[in-house]
C-alpha cells in the first residue's frame, strides 16, 4: 500500500473513531439525562400528590362567593410556585400519555439546565402562554414528532393545579427562528431541535374544552 493510501486509511480510522465516540457520549448523555429526571420525579411527586386538585368549573351567581378559586385566577399575572430540588427551581410536571412521559419542568432554561430536564422557556401556565423547551434526548423530548393533533398533555404546577392540553398542530422552523417559538396565540408550546440542530419542531396545544 502506498504512503497516500495507508494516510487515507488511519484517517479514515481517525475519524470512524470520532464518530463512535460521540455516539457513545451522547448516548452516556441521554442515559443520565434519564436519571437525572426519574431522581426529580421521586421527589416531586409525593409532594404534587398531596396537593393535586383537578381544576373545577367556575360557578356562577350566589355560589361563586362560596366556591374556592385557586390564586391564579384571581390574579393570572402571579409567579408560578416552585421546588427546590438539587438546587434547581422546579414548577412542576408535564405529562403525555400518548408517549408514556412525565417530565419535570425547571422554572428558568440554561444549556446546563436543559442536560437535566425540560425547561419553561417562556410564558406562564397562568397566562395561557406557557413554552417549555427540552432536548431531543430518548427520556425527554426525542419523542414528541410521534404525537398527532387531538393528544393529550397535561400540566401541573407546584400547587396542584392541572391544566389539560390538547395537541393542534406540529410545526417545523428553522433553527434560527427563535421568534417563532413565542408567537401566535397557543396556550402551551413544547419545542425541540431535530437530531443534528437542523430543524425545531414545535408542538402546538390549545387547552382542552
Known amino acids: 500500500m502506498s504512503k497516500r493510501g495507508k494516510l487515507c486509511t488511519a484517517l479514515g480510522l ?37 396537593r393535586q386538585a ?15 378559586i385557586p390564586d391564579y385566577v384571581l390574579n393570572p399575572e402571579m409567579a ?8 434547581r427551581s422546579y414548577i412542576g410536571v408535564l405529562d403525555i400519555p400518548a408517549l408514556e412521559l412525565s417530565l419535570p419542568i425547571i422554572s428558568e432554561w440554561s444549556y446546563d439546565a436543559l442536560q437535566i ?15 417549555i423547551a427540552g432536548h431531543n434526548y430518548r427520556s425527554h423530548f426525542a419523542s414528541l414528532p410521534q404525537l398527532q393533533p387531538g393528544d393529550t398533555v397535561t400540566f ?7 391544566f389539560s392540553y390538547e395537541v393542534s398542530s406540529l410545526e417545523t422552523l428553522s433553527p434560527y427562528a427563535v421568534s417563532d417559538m413565542t408567537s401566535g396565540d397557543w396556550d402551551l408550546t413544547l419545542f425541540t431541535c431535530s437530531v443534528g440542530g437542523q430543524s425545531r419542531l414545535a408542538i402546538r396545544c390549545d387547552q382542552a374544552e
Open 14 to 50: 481517525l475519524l470512524l473513531l470520532a464518530a463512535l465516540g460521540l455516539t457513545a457520549y451522547n448516548l452516556w448523555r441521554d442515559a443520565m439525562a434519564s436519571t437525572s429526571v426519574d431522581f426529580v420525579l421521586e421527589h416531586l411527586t409525593p409532594a404534587l400528590s398531596s
Open 54 to 68: 383537578v381544576l373545577p368549573a367556575l360557578p356562577s351567581g350566589e355560589d361563586l362567593e362560596e366556591a374556592f
Open 80 to 87: 408560578m410556585p416552585e421546588e427546590n430540588i438539587d438546587g
Open 117 to 131: 430536564a425540560p425547561c419553561r422557556y417562556s410564558g406562564s401556565a397562568y397566562l395561557d402562554n406557557l413554552v
Open 156 to 162: 401541573t404546577d407546584m400547587d396542584g393545579n392541572v
